[in-house]
């Protein structure tokens, strides 16, 4: 099949894709060729650009403004060249560090899912197309053609837990999109302020108060038993899950886990609802420290 830069296609399956089949793809992107986005285009003034983006239409508590982004051609454009320099760009040979690596792979995974999303939205969530988002979306990422799924994986290789907290997804289960690229020199700040916005908002923790129960999402309800275990070797006591959980949280959302000690634990269903600003209706960008656990009353 003949490589096409800056879109991704969906794929009825391996077989599909090799003969050039497929159906209709719910995710359409543009086949425009941005100039911005050629080869001989220069890499840092197209990652400063798509950077601009991020910061103008994401806001902190991770909500996106797609209705504005998608309004915006000179935006679309500076995110189809960033996918055009992430589709020209081999990991293997143009980073030697694991760190630079996994940064190229989180960030390939945003701004992939930016691109799906904005080019079907209006939707109300993933589901909306008849196709499977993670595994039958294809997008081009260093020269070879990445399932979101797949490119999740290579991103873990870094072997660092806290990568499932940085794959970020425009939707209400997150885990929330950054404001910012992932870099290598800053990603151990990035992770671990990653894993403070997951726990610290509503796709990470929320309180039943009717049942008594701490709801945790997916990739913390996922990994209990490792923050269980951290925790009885750093201080020699077997915790309960919330006692596990508090050191890793902002100091506000400690104050919440410790004020609810005695309730039982659960799973949070994960959400695909599109977490975007409702039109006419865009706030103030909220400070970070503002986010706070929801309560289900």
């Keep these: 099949m003949q490589r096409m830069s800056h879109f991704l296609t969906i794929a009825l399956g391996l077989a599909a894709i090799l003969a050039g089949c497929g159906r209709s793809n719910?995710?359409?992107?543009?086949?425009?060729?941005?100039?911005?986005?050629?080869?001989?285009?220069?890499?840092?003034?197209?990652?400063?650009?798509?950077q601009q983006c991020l910061a103008r239409y994401i806001r902190p508590d991770g909500r996106v403004d797609l209705a504005a982004w998608k309004d915006d051609p000179a935006a679309q454009r500076h995110l189809d060249g960033y996918l055009a320099w992430i589709d020209r760009t081999d990991p293997a040979s143009a980073f030697s560090q694991p760190a630079d690596r996994a940064a190229f792979y989180l960030n390939a995974y945003a701004a992939g899912a930016l691109r799906a999303v904005l080019n079907a939205y209006p939707i109300k969530t993933l589901r909306d197309g008849p196709a499977d988002f993670f595994d039958e979306i294809l997008l081009p990422v260093g020269g070879e053609w990445l399932t979101f799924s797949q490119c999740a994986e290579r991103a873990r290789r870094f072997e660092d837990w806290r990568i499932d907290f940085a794959l970020g997804l425009p939707v209400v289960g997150g885990p929330y999109l950054r404001t910012d690229l992932y870099a290598a020199d800053s990603l151990d700040r990035q992770l671990a302020e990653d894993l403070r916005r997951y726990l610290g908002g509503c796709a990470g923790l929320r309180f039943d108060y009717e049942s008594q129960t701490v709801l945790l999402g997916r990739c913390l309800w996922q990994?209990?038993?490792?923050?269980?275990?951290?925790?009885?070797?750093?201080?020699?006591?077997?915790?309960?899950?919330?006692?596990?959980?508090?050191?890793?949280?902002?100091?506000?959302?400690?104050?919440?886990?410790?004020?609810?000690?005695?309730?039982?634990?659960?799973?949070?269903?994960?959400?695909?609802?599109?977490?975007?600003?409702?039109?006419?209706?865009?706030?103030p960008k909220p400070p970070e420290e503002e986010i706070l656990p929801c309560g289900i009353h």
């Design 223 to 283: 990994k209990r038993d490792w923050f269980i275990e951290v925790y009885r070797r750093a201080y020699g006591l077997r915790p309960t899950l919330i006692t596990a959980l508090i050191p890793w949280a902002a100091e506000r959302t400690q104050r919440q886990l410790a004020d609810h000690i005695g309730f039982r634990t659960g799973m949070l269903a994960w959400e695909d609802r599109i977490y975007d600003v409702p039109a006419k209706s865009l706030l």
């Design 26 to 50: 719910p995710y359409p992107i543009s086949r425009s060729d941005p100039p911005f986005a050629s080869d001989d285009a220069d890499p840092n003034l197209v990652r400063d650009r798509y």
